[in-house]
């Protein structure tokens, strides 16, 4: 009896623990290799993303993208950036914006 509460006891604290994780909410599939993308978290939790022409864009709250106009998502390593996989672009993408444009 002792050795059943024991196991239930143990399993329970290891799907509480799991749930501390403390990542930046990335939800995506395991990928082998190296990040093609850092992000230092400044808008939040990364759930996806995609490189484009003209830059990152990162799915904001309301489930749109958003281009990233701060450079916290970056190609290379930097301070504070974690690695992440990007995805792919969705089918109605953002098209490229005009320099100097918002």
Request: charged share 20%.
């Amino acid at each position: 009896m002792k050795r059943t509460v024991m196991i239930a006891g143990a399993l329970g604290a290891m799907t509480l623990l799991a749930a501390c994780g403390g990542g930046y909410g990335y939800h995506g599939a395991a990928y082998a290799g190296d990040p093609d993308v850092y992000y230092d978290g400044f808008y939040g939790d990364y759930t996806d993303g995609y490189w484009a022409q003209d830059g990152f864009y990162y799915r904001g709250g309301d489930g749109r993208f958003v281009h990233d106009q701060g450079n916290h998502f970056r190609h290379e390593r930097f301070n504070g950036g974690r690695g992440f996989h990007s995805g792919h672009a969705p089918a109605a993408a953002p098209a490229a914006r005009e320099p100097g444009r918002p």
